[in-house]
Structures are given as C-alpha cells and as structure tokens.
C-alpha cells in the first residue's frame, strides 16, 4: 500500500505517525513539502520574532523521531493531483502514484492589494522564512507600519517593537479584534500595545504602500494622510492552500469539505488542518479552524482512516492559549459573532466557531489587567475568554469541552457583584472528587 501526504505542516505529520502505528511497516509511506524548513512550530514563529525562542527550538521532532517513523522524504512541489490514474506531479515533472493521499496543505496569508504591495519591504507571517524576511528590515530605529487583525497582526506588532522598531498599527474600525474580544478586553490590549511604544491609530485605511527605488517609504491612508515607514506587515487573514483539490475538482466551499472520517468526495483522498472544512457538530455547520491543535487532531484522524481504521473525527470545543499584548489569553468555545473590519474571513491560530454566539448571558469580573468572562447558556458553559491570571484556564476548558452540568452555580453566577473566579474554582474541585478525573478526558 502507497500512502502519500502533501505537505510538512503538523496534520501532515500527525497522519503520519498514525499510519504507521497500524500499517505494516513494509507500507510505503512518503510525505512532499515545498518549505524549505520541513516540520516546526508555525505558533513558535511569533517567539522566534521577539526573539524568546531560537530557530532551533522551533523544531519539535528530533531526527531519530524521524527515522522511527520509516517514511520518504521528498523536498518537492506537487503541481497536480491525477485522479484517473491516481498520481501526483511534482514540479520537477515526477510522477509519483498513490493508493490513498491526504492533502495537508495548510492555509497562506490573504495578500495584500493596494498599489505598492510589491514593494521590498512589504512582510507577512506564514514561514519561517517570513520570519527570517522579517528580522531582516527589522533593525532599532526603523518604522513600520501594521494592518490586518486577530493573533499574527499582534505577533507581527510586538516582534516588531521588540526589535527597537517604531510601530503604528492601523485598525480600521474602533477596536482590536472586536468579533472575539470584548470592548474592555479590546481595551485592555489596546492599552498594553500603547504601554509598550505602540501608536495606534483607528478608523484607519491603508490604500497604498509608497515607494521609492523599489522600496517602502510610507503608506497613504483613506483619510488622505500619510505615515513614513520602512516596514508594512500585515496579517489581513488567510486562505486555505485549495489550488491542487481544486484542479482535481474536489468538492470546495471555503477549504476542502470532508465527512466525518477527513475523506473528501474522492474516497482515496482525504484533507485535514487549515486546508480542510470539518463538520462542527457545535455549530451544525462546515467550519474552518486555524489551530494547531485541532490540524494534529485532523491530521491523526485522517491517518488512521487512511491506514484502514475506520474512525470518525469529532469536533472538540475549540480553544487557544495564547499571548495578547504580552498578556497570556485563552479563548475556548463560541465567545464573539459578527465581523471585525480588520480580518476577511479567518486569521491565523483563529476558529469560526468563536464567532457563532448565540444568545447568551455574560458573567465576568476583571481585576486590572487579569479578566474572566463566561459565556452562560441554559446547562452549560457555551464560552470563555480568560485573561491575565491563568488558575481558570484548565479547568474551564474541561468544563466547556465536557458540557458539565453547571445547574447548581448559574444562578449565583449570574447574581450582581459576585466573585465568580471563586465560584468557578470551588464548582471545579467538587466536580473532580465528584466526577472523576476529568483533565485526563
Ligand atoms: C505566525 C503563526 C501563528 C500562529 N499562532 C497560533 C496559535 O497561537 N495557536 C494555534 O493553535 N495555532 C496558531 N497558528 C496556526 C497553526 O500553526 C496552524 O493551524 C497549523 O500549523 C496548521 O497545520 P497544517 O499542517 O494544516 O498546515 P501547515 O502548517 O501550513 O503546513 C502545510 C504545509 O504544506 C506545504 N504545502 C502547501 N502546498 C504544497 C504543495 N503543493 N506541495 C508541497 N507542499 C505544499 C506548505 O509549504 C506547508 O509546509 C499560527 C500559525 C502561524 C503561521
């Protein structure tokens, strides 16, 4: 049996390890990637930028990790997927043949439109090369500018000042992430960025990048002002990396739509991570995510299925642990709705699922910069976004992710001026004597 995936990325490698841990290990199994970099941390590369982490460590998989695994590596570009004969071309015209393939191919940064998108010095964040690209231009004394929104544009701010770099960050409407964040968090970030040397500037268009020989020198905005800088980055929102299902006339909506098993329309191929469109039994509806967690979830799942494992792939709730303005946030479930000006579609380390709120009734406290906000529903907790102070963070997870009963605290939740960390943390402890050990779940 010849398995091939398409793409290094952490679904590609997950289904990798899963194949073999069924199949015999005379199957060939071979994995085509065209970064250069092969498999790391994409999370990792907004550390790498502040400079937290060394390239290095960016690398989760030790080369003996490798060798255990038993597959081919082929450093390559797969231009077509042939599904007659159930082939792929590579861009040095190869042609290699498969019994089941998976496309794992990831998501690329929206581009960047307006006139002057070309000029050097214009950056987004996708590979670690873009890092690299990034850390370049990025010298003390330097000015960039920053559009787009969601987690990278933050990442690309704050890797950006941490390099000595003047920053202006544009928002287009009048605050930061506004269909995930609410306005005090929002405010709270905004503050942090501002803190930390950020000019922020809302309402805030760019349409053209300036130049001069070739290179950035400033940005016009709607409003007809301009800003001098060195630097545009911009992180606008991405698009899952269709071009090969399509040509092969896969079924699409806005990535590649799988069943429940991560098979596409073509029973020998499947799709998982950024580029693939799952069922979210949450929502009821074919979403896309941008998590890590969830690509190696995919990723695992579609392996076994490959391998022979008939194995259903369930949706779980959502979440990312992440830093905001410096202040670790996590965000688990359906916590925001409607659009935010500065994003088209979904951004990196992002899910749709965060913005399907429905009606709901908040229950939040916030003590300076440390805020707990929770989404009640009539049984369960439909969301939460904690920042700042941690302790909640496991627990609400698992409270979330399990739909545990939350019956006998909504009320006092609910009631006015009460400390609903303190509520939450004694619901958790009696959950866990009461219920078992949940964290293992
Ligand atoms: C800067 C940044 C910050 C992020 N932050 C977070 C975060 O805070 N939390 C979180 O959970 N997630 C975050 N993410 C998202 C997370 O990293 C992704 O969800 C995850 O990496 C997706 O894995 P994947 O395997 O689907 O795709 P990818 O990791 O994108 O891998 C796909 C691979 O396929 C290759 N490829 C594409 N087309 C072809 C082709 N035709 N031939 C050969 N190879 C091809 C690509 O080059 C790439 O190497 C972040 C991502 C980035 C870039």
Request: charged share 25%; with cysteine; hydrophobic share 40%.
């Amino acid at each position: 049996m010849k398995h091939i995936v398409i793409g290094t990325g952490v679904a590609g490698i997950a289904a990798i390890e899963s194949i073999r841990s069924l199949r015999n290990q005379n199957d060939d199994i071979t994995i085509l990637g065209d970064d250069p970099h092969g498999y790391y941390s994409r999370p990792g590369l907004a550390y790498y930028l502040t400079g937290e982490v060394l390239d290095k460590t960016l690398f989760p998989k030790k080369r003996a990790d490798f060798i255990n695994l038993n597959f081919k590596y082929k450093k390559a570009r797969v231009t077509k997927i042939i599904r007659a004969e159930k082939k792929l071309e590579l861009d040095d015209k190869t042609l290699l043949a498969y019994d089941k393939l998976l496309i794992a191919t990831g998501a690329s940064a929206l581009p960047l439109t307006v006139p002057g998108a070309n000029l050097e010095g214009v950056v987004k964040l996708d590979h670690l090369e873009d890092a690299r690209r990034i850390l370049k231009f990025a010298k003390r004394g330097k000015t960039a500018v920053v559009v787009g929104g969601g987690i990278t544009a933050l990442e690309l701010t704050e890797g950006l000042r941490s390099r000595g770099v003047n920053v202006h960050y544009l928002l287009r409407g009048d605050r930061y992430w506004s269909n995930v964040l609410d306005a005090q968090e929002s405010q709270i970030v905004q503050t942090r960025l501002q803190e930390e040397g950020v000019t922020l500037h809302f309402y805030s268009e760019l349409i053209e990048v300036l130049g001069k020989s070739g290179k950035v020198i400033g940005v016009r905005l709607q409003d007809g002002r301009t800003l001098k800088c060195n630097i545009l980055a911009y992180a606008i929102g991405i698009k899952p990396r269709m071009n090969l299902a399509r040509d092969a006339e896969l079924t699409l909506d806005r990535g590649i739509l799988v069943n429940e098993f991560m098979q596409t329309n073509a029973p020998d191929i499947y799709a998982a991570g950024d580029v693939a469109q799952v069922y979210d039994p949450i929502t009821g509806r074919s979403i896309l995510d941008s998590l890590w967690g969830v690509a190696r979830e995919q990723g695992r799942v579609a392996g076994l299925n490959m391998a022979g494992q008939i194995t259903p792939y369930t949706k779980s709730m959502p979440f990312n642990v992440t830093r905001l303005a410096g202040l670790t946030t996590t965000i688990i479930g359906t916590v925001g709705y409607g659009e935010d000006k500065d994003v088209l579609g979904i951004a990196r380390g992002d899910s749709e699922t965060w913005r399907q709120l429905p009606n709901a009734i908040v229950a939040q406290s916030g003590f300076d910069v440390n805020r707990l906000r929770i989404l009640v529903g009539e049984k369960t907790f439909i969301g939460a976004v904690v920042m700042g102070d941690q302790t909640l963070s496991m627990p609400l997870q698992k409270i979330i992710a399990n739909k545990i009963d939350i019956s006998p605290i909504r009320d006092k939740l609910l009631s006015h001026n009460t400390k609903i960390a303190d509520i939450i943390a004694d619901f958790w402890s009696k959950q866990k004597m009461v219920e078992g050990n949940y964290a293992t779940r």
